[in-house]
């Protein structure tokens, strides 16, 4: 009996294989020597996306022309502000091979592509968990009583524990028994980190993540949860005016553990307002190497706000293109056929935008393949049927297929 291995197949496996490796976060302490290795297959896996890109002629997909017009505009600001050109670039290079591959493997077996990224990320969070039980990455020498862990600081973890989450039960959905056991471990070791490591901001994206999916089971009605997403909305907006508010502050402070000013973080972002001057609102400050912002008696970095650190370094077009963004994935959930996976998305979505609020949640990986999964991923309509059977597609099939889509 002879194994046929098709020519499709042996693409799919090396562009998830390069789709990891861009995916990995890069520190010294983790990876040594290998780090340069890791570093040079980047620009290979980008050259590899163009070719999936003009293959597949991903360029009348009309919902990634953001995903790519956001990436060029970053790259373009950064340039007229002479600022961290190199940095920007490669940032910049990832996020459109990552949108283009991870496209490319939803068309060409989107159940495997679901499947394969719950247990990446999951791997990720367990691998995350293990160092911090070990601490076998030792101390970080910048922050006193603080670790090394295998996704960097403790709060990276706030980049990829909703969208791991998403992967894993999305792949529950089209999955069985061991999908369901790699939710599990998932689950387990996000849960264990965040509240061994107290990250709020992870804790809040779970609990909205889990409330919104749960109370789907209860509420059969549709309403409640654009209620409740409208009162999110508001939520963002009042902030400055209901911090005093004595049920805030009971969550704020006893729940989540953090002060009013979220650890001053609403200090921070004041100063970030009253820093952008002229023309900066419009093509903000680009992607420039270091911020220095007051912070209590220290200095931070970057502006602790998604939404913030887009317009300060991007300004008003970037930030714009960025809320484009969710306005496409939020279009898009009218689209979607299955309430189970309506409310996956919602939840997700939710979570993501509020915790986007405190912290950065746009900048790595993860967040473009759940864009592009959100798009290209949540759909199971007669057109899918192709990829339901774990068949690929002949071109033919896979343009008249693509044509229905997209948005």
């Not at 369901?180 to 609990?207: A, N």
């Not at 300004?315 to 056929?337: E, P, S």
Request: glycine share 6%.
């Amino acid at each position: 009996m002879t194994i046929r291995i098709k020519k499709e197949d042996i693409v799919w496996f090396f562009s998830f294989l390069l789709l990891g490796v861009l995916c990995l976060y890069r520190t010294k302490y983790v990876y040594g020597s290998f780090l340069s290795v890791l570093n040079i297959i980047d620009p290979i896996a980008f050259i590899w996306s163009i070719g999936l890109y003009i293959r597949h002629k991903m360029y009348k997909v009309k919902g990634l022309w953001i995903m790519t017009l956001m990436p060029l505009w970053f790259t373009l600001t950064t340039i007229i502000n002479n600022a961290n050109i190199k940095e920007c670039t490669i940032m910049s290079y990832k996020m459109l091979a990552t949108v283009y591959i991870v496209y490319y493997l939803l068309m060409h077996n989107r159940d495997r592509t679901l499947r394969w990224l719950a247990r990446f990320w999951t791997l990720v969070i367990m691998t995350e968990a293990f160092s911090c039980v070990t601490k076998c990455f030792g101390k970080n020498p910048v922050y006193i009583n603080e670790y090394n862990f295998f996704l960097g600081m403790r709060v990276t973890i706030d980049q990829y524990i909703i969208y791991a989450l998403f992967f894993n039960i999305m792949a529950v959905y089209v999955g069985g028994l061991a999908d369901r056991i790699w939710f599990v471990l998932c689950i387990g070791s996000g849960v264990y980190f965040v509240i061994e490591q107290w990250v709020s901001t992870s804790i809040l994206g779970m609990m909205v993540f889990f409330i919104i999916i749960t109370g789907s089971l209860f509420f059969r009605s549709d309403k409640f949860f654009r209620y409740l997403a409208i009162g999110l909305l508001l939520f963002s907006v009042l902030f400055y005016f209901i911090q005093n508010y004595a049920g805030l502050q009971f969550i704020v402070e006893n729940l989540l553990k953090k002060d009013l000013t979220f650890s001053g973080r609403t200090e921070i972002w004041t100063w970030v307002l009253k820093n952008i001057k002229g023309l900066h609102w419009v093509i903000g400050y680009g992607d420039i190497e270091q911020m220095s912002i007051p912070h209590w008696f220290s200095y931070t970095t970057h502006p602790h706000s998604n939404y913030l650190e887009t317009l300060y370094k991007y300004g008003a077009v970037g930030l714009v293109m960025y809320l484009w963004m969710f306005k496409n994935m939020l279009q898009k959930i009218r689209y979607i056929t299955s309430r189970k996976v309506r409310f996956y998305v919602i939840g997700s979505l939710a979570a993501t935008m509020l915790m986007c609020i405190v912290s950065k949640n746009f900048w790595f990986m993860s967040a473009q393949i759940y864009y592009v999964v959100v798009m290209y991923g949540c759909e199971f309509t007669s057109a899918d049927k192709t990829l339901n059977n774990n068949q690929v597609e002949s071109d033919e099939e896979y343009q008249n297929n693509n044509s229905i889509r997209q948005l």
